[in-house]
T-cell receptor, first 118, second 115 residues
Framework: DTEVTQTPKHLVMGMTNKKSLKCEQHMGHRAMYWYKQKAKKPPELMFVYSYEKLSINESVPSRFSPECPNSSLLNLHLHALQPEDSALYLC?????????????????FGNGTRLTVT | GENVEQHPSTLSVQEGDSAVIKCTYSDSASNYFPWYKQELGKGPQLIIDIRSNVGEKKDQRIAVTLNKTAKHFSLHITETQPEDSAVYFCAASMRVSGGYNKLIFGAGTRLAVHP
């Protein structure tokens, strides 16, 4: 079992709905990430939180809104999504987010939320 | 630009055979190279990683080799078992145009191990 827990496992929402994805880790990691994965593709980085502050936004549309309430929790708020936003949304964590290339620590993924936008 | 190429895209082997997956990367400054295994309905799980100060690393049936001069690294699975069937992703850490570090993933290899 993964040490990064994501809820819900599956979510179906209409284009006018507001929903939230949740992620929790208890490994004491200080960096948390949201990735989006389309079928048969690798994960694509969306956001990085480092020490509970948003440090990277990979030009993600504002209909996706991340939130880090504390060092163990990460949320992704969804509003006015489009059908093309349907994907597997993965949360991940690492010891910290590396400043230098040689500082990398392993990334641990959750099992994702399978999102379908109708 | 930031790029990791992964080959083959699909690989089919008989149980007990070896499997090799190869990746090349574009940034000579990259120095962290993880491999992830993703089973159906699950998230990617780290199976092994290597840093540029090491040429090879082994963990039971899994090994990774790194050639920094040629900018390529490979995953070797020996004595394959049906439970090794999954999609495998290589990745390389790179400094991207935004000035921060990012894991760049390969496109993935779907490995099927037949009993």
């Amino acid at each position: 079992d993964t040490e990064v827990t994501q809820t819900p496992k599956h979510l179906v929402m209409g284009m006018t709905n507001k929903k939230s994805l949740k992620c929790e880790q208890h490994m004491g990691h200080r960096a948390m990430y949201w990735y989006k994965q389309k079928a048969k593709k690798p994960p694509e980085l969306m956001f990085v939180y480092s020490y509970e502050k948003l440090s990277i936004n990979e030009s993600v549309p504002s209909r996706f809104s991340p939130e880090c309430p504390n060092s163990s929790l990460l949320n992704l708020h969804l509003h006015a999504l489009q059908p093309e936003d349907s994907a597997l949304y993965l949360c991940a964590s690492s010891q910290d987010h590396p400043v230098e290339v040689f500082d990398n620590s392993p990334l641990h993924f959750g099992n994702g939320t399978r999102l379908t936008v109708t | 630009g930031e790029n990791v190429e992964q080959h083959p895209s699909t690989l089919s082997v008989q149980e007990g055979d070896s499997a090799v997956i190869k990746c090349t990367y574009s940034d000579s400054a990259s120095n962290y190279f993880p491999w992830y295994k993703q089973e159906l309905g699950k998230g990617p799980q780290l199976i092994i990683d290597i840093r540029s100060n090491v040429g090879e690393k082994k963990d039971q049936r899994i090994a990774v080799t790194l050639n920094k001069t040629a900018k390529h690294f490979s995953l070797h699975i020996t004595e394959t078992q049906p439970e090794d069937s999954a999609v495998y992703f290589c990745a390389a850490s790179m400094r991207v145009s935004g000035g921060y570090n990012k894991l760049i993933f390969g496109a993935g290899t779907r490995l099927a191990v037949h009993p």
